[in-house]
């Protein structure tokens, strides 16, 4: 059997058709067959909820009378699930059930690149990836609203996009934004400062915003980087899944390791809408964190001088 070549879309998605699935499913029965009792009457096949339930019915289409699905994955013979993401899904299977073998679908399609994956399943009309918009839609039902209200139809795709521009910062790399100049540098060793630099993040914790402004300095070493460089590296890091803490040191590292300086100082000032907006929804107050490098860490004189700044 020979599955056919898979080329990602121009939306750099990769779609599988329902032949790849069945093809991959197939392998994935040769392969596994091979290790099974030759006396076992059943093979009993459970599907992970919810990739990992059409893979049980594939799975199970390769030998109908010797295949039964089952609802517990306590009974199953065999896992199934559709992909390996994380791998926290497979990771919380094998420590509950360390003796049943847990089969990916995936790894049945060889050379398949590694992008976003979009499943027969999860296609919605003309082919169109729906599988975030089901999830967006999903949570609207969770919270008891009706996804089909009017003011809620085109809430999927809007917060999808949104989305995408909240965490651009995962397709950005700040060491390639942080141009420098050795022009300029000659002979200048004191503190360049740049402050109130306004920032908007998501915890990773609550997925809830948090946001404030940083403060960014060095101290440079023949090298110098342009002004505006270093709130777009503030940027770039902000917008991922932030803890603030690592937001911090991220900023200083990148500095550091990129134009070398004697010294590097990051302040960040914060307020967080998980603190603020549920618990005991403590309001108006800020979290200050800071990341000190090179001669702001090791000189005294020189980080008073950039704490009093």
Excluded at 103 to 131: C, H, N
Excluded at 156 to 171: D, F, H, I, M, Q
Excluded at 174 to 185: I, Q
Excluded at 187 to 204: A, G, H, Q, R, W
């Amino acid at each position: 059997m020979r599955l056919r070549s898979l080329e990602v879309a121009d939306d750099g998605k990769l779609y599988l058709t329902n032949n790849d699935c069945v093809n991959a499913v197939r392998l994935m029965w040769d392969q596994y067959r091979l290790h099974i009792d030759p006396h076992c009457t059943f093979v009993q096949v459970y599907g992970v909820p919810r990739g990992g339930i059409p893979v049980a019915y594939l799975f199970k289409g390769n030998d109908n009378s010797h295949i039964r699905v089952v609802d517990n994955p306590g009974e199953a013979s065999v896992i199934v699930d559709d992909i390996v993401d994380s791998g926290a899904t497979k990771a919380r299977y094998a420590k509950s059930f360390p003796e049943i073998p847990f089969l990916s679908m995936m790894d049945y399609i060889p050379d398949r690149p590694k992008v976003w994956t979009v499943f027969p399943w999860e296609q919605g009309l003309a082919g169109k990836d729906q599988s975030a918009e089901d999830l967006v839609i999903r949570l609207l039902e969770y919270i008891g609203e009706d996804p089909a209200r009017g003011g809620l139809q085109e809430t999927p795709e809007r917060v999808l996009k949104a989305w995408k521009e909240w965490t651009s910062g995962y397709s950005q790399d700040p060491k390639a934004v942080l141009k420098y100049f050795e022009d300029g540098a000659h002979n200048y060793d004191e503190m360049v400062i740049v402050k109130d630099l306004p920032f908007y993040s998501t915890c990773e914790h609550h997925l809830a915003p948090f946001f404030g402004n940083a403060t960014i300095a060095y101290i440079p070493d023949g090298r110098v980087v342009g002004l505006s460089k270093l709130g777009r590296v503030l940027n770039i890091f902000a917008r991922r899944l932030q803890v603030q803490e690592r937001l911090t040191t991220q900023i200083a590292d990148a500095l550091e390791e990129t134009i070398k300086p004697r010294g590097v100082g990051v302040i960040i000032k914060a307020r967080h809408l998980c603190m603020e907006s549920r618990g005991l929804s403590t309001q108006g107050h800020h979290t200050v964190t800071s990341a000190l490098r090179g001669v702001f860490r090791e000189d005294s004189k020189a980080r008073s001088e950039f704490l009093k700044l």
